[in-house]
């Protein structure tokens, strides 16, 4: 069955000559020898798809008796580590740890809620809620709830929910009557009705809502994102800014993530960490054509200006080429 969490356009592949014991071995000597072997523990990881990584755990744990993360963990430090742990991580897994980093704490990180949200599909949202429950004996829903609130948590909480919809088939009288019900909901009242919003951007199909938007602005004379920018606010309408932005191009929005992670004073290594990994087997070439793109220079050379050492080197080998 092909997975959910692999698309066409992603930079890391299956290992041809894969052998889930001789990696095992490779990164037990790597690991436990005087000093560790890092180039030879970048190596395997980055050649491996996640599939084949999760198979390498499994033999690891049954050949040393101990969960390679663990090992990991003890013998690296800092955002390699970090990166390091994420790449043996099941995506599901993965994206619930980032999510539940994201609330947790003084504060939250909205902008990490909304890309992963918004970025992820249906049937990888629900895959997502089973391991946040798994891992945390607590619903998703539940923490979104406590952390966030009004129109942004009603949003949120549908889109968690995993039930957008999927098909590619588009419906013209639909779309006709969803951008009217924008319009009386936003533009042509005073107050607006946000409820409608989220209904419609939460719960239509990609295609569905490209056709939608087109409507909207037959009707209007105006471009959606200027009206959700006129008549909402806050990270509500950070949301449904986002939708829109990914429903006309992915790839683009979580470029421009990118390019905030690494531009200016600091690097922001959470957001970096999580979109190289969890687009790495989706979508992570289309990515790197957007980057090149609006911005001039490639993620390439972006990564290799504002990282260093095995965290670079292990970046690098994720992004898969310059462009």
């Not at 000597?29 to 970048?42: F, H």
């Not at 989220?198 to 087109?214: A, G, M, N, V, W």
């Not at 932005?245 to 200016?264: I, S």
């Not at 070439?285 to 990282?307: P, V």
Request: hydrophobic share 35%; aromatic share 8%; with cysteine.
């Amino acid at each position: 069955m092909a997975s959910i969490w692999v698309g066409h356009r992603g930079t890391v592949r299956d290992y041809p000559d894969f052998s889930p014991s001789v990696d095992a071995e490779a990164i037990q000597k790597a690991i436990k020898g005087i000093g560790t072997d890092e180039k030879m523990l970048i190596s395997i990881l980055t050649e491996r798809s996640n599939a084949q990584r999760q198979l390498i755990v499994k033999e690891y744990q049954a050949a040393y008796g101990k969960e390679l993360k663990d090992d990991l963990k003890g013998d690296l430090s800092g955002h390699f580590e970090h990166l390091m742990v994420a790449l043996v991580t099941p995506p599901a897994v993965f994206d619930a740890k980032q999510l539940k980093k994201s609330m947790k704490g003084a504060g939250t990180n909205e902008d990490a809620l909304i890309e992963i949200l918004t970025t992820r599909t249906s049937r990888q949202m629900k895959e997502i809620s089973q391991a946040y429950y798994t891992v945390y004996k607590k619903s998703l829903g539940d923490d979104i709830s406590s952390e966030t609130s009004g129109d942004f948590r009603k949003a949120l909480l549908t889109l968690a929910d995993g039930r957008r919809d999927e098909s590619l088939k588009v419906d013209e009288h639909l779309a006709k009557k969803d951008a009217q019900i924008l319009y009386k909901a936003g533009e042509n009242r005073w107050g607006t009705d946000e409820d409608k919003f989220t209904e419609i951007l939460c719960l239509r199909s990609f295609p569905q809502l490209k056709l939608t938007f087109d409507e909207y602005r037959n009707i209007s004379q105006k471009d959606i994102v200027d009206s959700i920018k006129g008549e909402l606010s806050g990270h509500f309408e950070d949301l449904l800014l986002a939708i829109v932005n990914c429903v006309r191009n992915t790839p683009a929005f979580l470029a421009e993530r990118l390019h905030r992670a690494l531009k200016g004073i600091g690097t922001d290594e959470f957001t970096l960490n999580r979109i190289m990994v969890s687009r790495s087997e989706i979508d992570l070439l289309d990515i790197r054509t957007e980057f090149k793109k609006h911005y001039g220079y490639s993620l390439y050379s972006a990564i290799k200006s504002d990282t260093s050492g095995d965290y670079e080197i292990t970046l690098l080998k994720i992004c898969g080429g310059d462009d």
